[in-house]
């Protein structure tokens, strides 16, 4: 708190500083003159010129030339100049009559410069893989979090929503395919420098997101092995206080969703499905056909509509932002808050997210600048108890319509044995997860003689899991009698908590060094030390026996209370150093190294050292360029490589063995029963670094004046030494150890070209940017098969993801067809017309484990994406398509199986094999029929897809609108997401969801936004 109160203190000095030197009053007025043009020296028609702070507002706008004249007071005035397509621009007048005034197209200065490891670097001199975007292109979106909103915009990135559920709908980031088996693939995400989670960013708080896919990375050692994502948050920039909003409301459904049949059909199909397996009919046809006449009657018949019980139509979501941002002599600020709730798909189901940001820089003196920030986070969760809303969702759809949900008289129905879904949903308790986080931080930057500059950064994360499960248990009763409580583990309810705490520490502290020689030797350096330490602790608890309603606290319970806590530390200690130089901008070299040290690992393997190197000649630069310079504007040649390590394991102590201690180990003595221990996992004390060696060589072209640019990259990722567990013999008690044993690899291309261009009188603008990208990861190398049958196993020369099944020839024609044909395990006792026939790939007349093929990737494979934005005067259009070429599925349980586990069936599911449809999608009706479901390209289908991801349409209203409101500027806009998509996938299943399975999945949403944006 004393931190907390020292930070608002400095921020309150800070924009009271602000103010009084903003607000000093002027009393003679001038006329200022002068011209309005782009970076291009085009006439801006139209650019609005505003004196910052007037009141009443002083305004002017550019004419057909860019020519403009104001009359303004004398003294400290300063211009604010803005066009609709251009980045705005404050610039003080200092009492001169005439002011020229160049505005960049917008997104212009994220191509200028870019940040990347520890610094900022001009484009052109770039010599690794790094792509950029500009917090603009991410809030068109209007996404429910950031990392989904990053979706198809840098190439080489990855990204997978994979849950439409409140909260759990972030995308999961992958750059240049999957480099481990058992570390994280995920890549470092650093937010200002400072490792943190994307989704608990407000987008509206970013100004720029670089990743580094390359040597670029290796700056970072041994974090950095899966690509690295640098997230900017704005700072204040305009002299003057700016004051921000932005809200939407947005009502979302689901892209797809499988429909159930009724209860008649079910019955019907039940039918054909027990005879066709030999079996009796289920239900006698003359039930059937009273039931279809008279309906059910929810007492000893029903036809329970799951679906239409338990789903809503539709749900909605808000957000709303707000920020405060400006810039003085002394210091400068930016502030922003924003709150954001989803409405789940079911009931007792919603997520809301509240952040808070305060970021300012204070000029210490003209050789010292202090930044202090702080960011602050709050989410909450709510689910029911008894099971997930994936679980719930998929049992809506799949629940048998003939079961009890309710009965007539309003009383719970038994379900599945007294299991039934609407009453868990509605009256079965609930799940709150609450998440909330704060992260001070402070940097120092001092510029010392001879061109040196020291910087220090220290911060600390702090982050609070409290979770709280209620279950209550309720009734259920057929024909008015009671049959079931549920659940009957614990009749009496049961209240779990769970409580964690994470304290991570960073401390940062650098020097580096800038000049030029002889004007055209460009050379820097930098060389810095960088310490993190993380403490994780947590506690667990619960007891049985709540008879008061309404009362849940554990101390309110009748029976015996559980608890278990656990504590969890690690650190690591890094020297880092960067040498860039270049020769007029022209060749460039950079060359990285990272000595890392890790308390993951034992003191002889715990220090690992990660070199990296990159070049680039910018050919364009050459004298002989310019006779073709008016058609390719640029050329720029570069290739990197670098050595990463990986140890991101879910155990912190991977090298030691693991003892577990509770009464189940124990022993009694004298009737008492005492606590015992028993060693659970091996050790490996030598165990160390996964190492990854990447090489890239990439081309960075411009046309027309970099009107139209191209950018291709190509890489190959080697990994050795992957952490793995190998197989040990079966009468071994113990888990097996972590081993350094095996190799992969992942090799692939990223390609981005993109056009922006405008009409002469400037009315309209427009830019295009296509995204091409693709990686194959391949096993080299991998730990014995513990079942050389398991057709999921890792085996060297395959895929990473591969999905492995069996081909297939259609469907069994006839008898003679059963006959001729070979089956497996060569047993033909249950074949018959309709079953699934498999294709004999070694031609020894039997179906067996060597038949198997790869039948595809499973990771997505050939992403695209294509971002058109055109703005006409006042009105913007963006379209956003996205798409995977490939990415292999395998269907199973109820997804592809009628009558799976007692479950119903799904409409798609009627074009099954039968003499009247002999060209069907699916085999025959049957139950419990093996030789139809096993793994094959009947139910391994490909989920590529491409999808109108986002549509926005938006309108800034005029000037001389607004001005009478003081507002600068409003826009309101309109978005789509998730609008359309085409695939082969199964129907019913959104092909980029997690919802192969078909009874436990929560669908990707459709989404409506309306939304608002002012600054005043």
């Known amino acids: 708190m ?129 792509s950029a975007i500009s917090g603009k292109d991410i809030v068109k979106r209007d996404a429910p979090n950031l990392s989904s909103a990053l979706q198809g915009l840098m190439p080489g990135v990855s990204v997978v929503q994979g849950s439409g559920r409140p909260g759990a709908d972030g995308g999961q980031i992958t750059i240049r395919g999957i480099g481990s088996i058992n570390s994280s693939t995920s890549p470092l995400i650093l937010i200002d420098g400072v490792e943190g989670d994307i989704n608990q960013v407000d987008m509206n708080s970013v100004e720029s997101i670089s990743a580094l896919k390359d040597a670029s990375a290796a700056i970072y050692g041994s974090r950095a092995s899966n690509g690295v994502i640098l997230v900017t948050t704005k700072r204040g920039k305009s002299e003057t206080p700016q004051f921000t909003y932005t809200g939407y409301y947005a009502i979302t459904a689901p892209t ?117 920030d702080f960011s602050a986070f709050g989410t909450s969760e709510t689910v029911p108890s008894i099971s997930t809303p994936e679980k719930l969702i998929g049992e809506a759809l799949t629940y048998t319509p003939t079961l009890a949900g309710i009965n007539r008289d309003g009383t719970w129905g038994e379900g599945l044995n007294g299991y039934n879904p609407i009453a868990i949903l509605k009256v079965g308790g609930t799940q709150r997860n609450d998440v909330t ?127 278990s806590s656990a504590r969890d530390e690690w650190a690591m200690l890094s020297y880092y150093s960067v040498l860039n130089y270049n020769y007029k901008e022209k060749y460039l070299i950079e060359l990285t190294g990272r000595l890392d040290g890790s308390s993951r ?164 603008r427009y830019s295009f940017t296509g995204n091409f990208s693709d990686a194959k990861s391949t096993i080299l190398e991998v730990a014995d098969i513990a079942d050389t049958n398991d057709i999921t196993a890792l085996r060297p020369g395959e895929l990473r993801n591969a999905i492995r099944g069996w081909k297939t020839d259609g469907f069994y024609r006839d008898q003679a067809d059963i006959d001729a044909s070979p089956a497996f395990n060569n047993d033909k006792t249950n074949l018959k017309p309709g079953d699934v026939k498999y294709r004999d790939k070694d031609g020894n007349g039997v179906i067996d484990y060597n038949d198997v093929y790869t039948l595809g990737d499973g990771s997505p494979r050939y992403l695209y994406s294509l971002t058109a934005n055109i703005s006409w005067k006042n009105f913007d259009l963006s379209v956003f398509i996205q798409g995977v070429g490939e990415r292999m599925k395998r269907y199973n349980g109820a997804g592809i199986v009628p009558f799976d586990n007692g479950r119903s069936m799904f409409e798609s599911q009627t074009d099954y094999w039968r003499e009247d449809n002999l060209n069907a999608k699916f085999p025959r009706l049957s139950i419990n029929n093996k030789n139809n479901y096993y793994s094959s390209d009947v139910w391994v289908k490909n989920a590529g897809y491409v999808r109108l991801k986002n549509v926005s349409l938006s309108y800034r209203i005029p000037k001389k609108v607004i001005s009478k409101l003081r507002l600068q500027s409003a826009r309101v806009y309109v978005t789509g997401q998730n609008l359309f998509t085409l695939s082969d996938a199964f129907e019913g299943f959104d092909p980029e969801g997690n919802n192969s399975y078909g009874s436990e999945f929560y669908p990707i949403m459709r989404v409506f936004t309306v939304g608002l944006d002012l600054r005043f």
């Open 2 to 130: 004393k931190k907390l109160a020292l930070l608002i203190l400095l921020l309150v000095g800070c924009v009271s500083l602000h103010a009084q030197t903003a607000s000093k009053p002027a009393s003679k007025k001038l006329t200022l003159t002068g011209k309005v043009v782009s970076s291009a020296g085009e006439p801006v028609i139209g650019a609005t010129i505003v004196v910052e702070g007037s009141k009443p507002m002083i305004a002017t706008a550019a004419g057909v030339d860019g020519s403009y004249s104001i009359t303004l007071p004398s003294g400290s005035v300063s211009l604010t100049v803005s066009s609709i397509g251009y980045n705005s621009r404050t610039v003080p007048v200092n009492n001169r009559t005439r002011l020229d005034i160049t505005l960049e197209t917008e997104d212009r200065q994220i191509d200028d410069v870019v940040v990347v490891g520890y610094q900022v670097q001009k484009k052109v001199t770039l010599t690794g893989s790094v």
């Open 256 to 372: 797809e969703m499988p429909t159930p049949v009724s209860g008649a059909e079910y019955m019907e199909y039940m039918n054909i499905a027990a005879l066709n397996s030999g079996q009796s009919i289920r239900f006698d046809p003359a039930y059937i056909a009273e039931y279809k006449r008279y309906g059910a009657d929810n007492w000893t018949t029903f036809d329970t509509d799951w679906k239409k019980e338990m789903l809503k139509k539709s749900s909605y979501m808000h957000r709303h932002a707000l920020s405060i941002s400006g810039k003085g002599n002394i210091c400068s600020y930016y502030i922003d808050g924003s709150y954001q709730f989803q409405d789940g798909l079911i009931e007792n189901n919603n997520f809301s997210r509240k952040t808070f940001r305060v970021n300012t820089d204070m000029n210490l003196a003209k050789w010292a600048t202090l930044s202090v």
């Open 437 to 563: 986080g704060f992260n001070p931080k402070a940097n120092l930057t001092v510029k010392l003689p001879y061109n040196l500059e020291f910087k220090t950064l220290f911060s600390y994360r702090y982050q609070h899991d409290n979770q709280k499960i209620v279950t209550k248990p309720y009734d259920t009763y057929t024909q008015g009698m009671l049959k079931y409580t549920y659940p009957d583990t614990t009749p009496d309810g049961k209240v779990s908590m769970y409580w964690k705490k994470n304290q991570q520490i960073q401390f940062n502290a650098s020097f580096s060094y800038k000049n030029t020689f002889r004007e055209n030797h460009n050379f820097s350096a930098l060389a810095g030390v960088q310490l993190e330490t993380l403490l994780s602790q947590s506690l667990s608890g619960s007891r049985e026996g709540f008879f008061i309603p309404g009362y849940d606290e554990m101390g309110v319970g009748s029976k015996t209370q559980t608890s």
């Open 601 to 764: 690992f034992m003191p002889d393997n715990r220090w690992g050292f990660f070199p990296g190197g990159s070049v680039a000649y910018r050919i364009s630069q050459e004298p002989f360029w310019q006779s073709v310079e008016k058609y390719v504007s640029s050329l720029k040649i570069r290739a990197s490589y670098a050595h990463f390590g990986n140890q991101w394991l879910n155990d912190y102590y991977p090298f030691a063995s693991q003892m577990n201690t509770n009464l189940w180990n124990g022993y009694f003595f004298n009737g008492e029963q005492f606590l015992g221990s028993i060693q659970e996992k091996l050790f490996n004390a030598d165990i160390s670094w996964e190492t990854s060696k990447q090489a890239n060589i990439g081309l960075d072209m411009g046309f027309l004046g970099d009107k139209l640019t191209l950018t291709v990259d190509l890489f190959n990722r080697k990994i050795s030494d992957l952490i793995q567990v190998p197989t040990i013999p079966t009468f071994v008690v113990y888990n097996a150890p972590y081993f350094n044993i095996g190799k992969m690899q992942a090799r692939g291309y990223d390609i981005s070209i993109s056009y922006r261009g405008s009409s002469k009188n400037g009315n309209w």
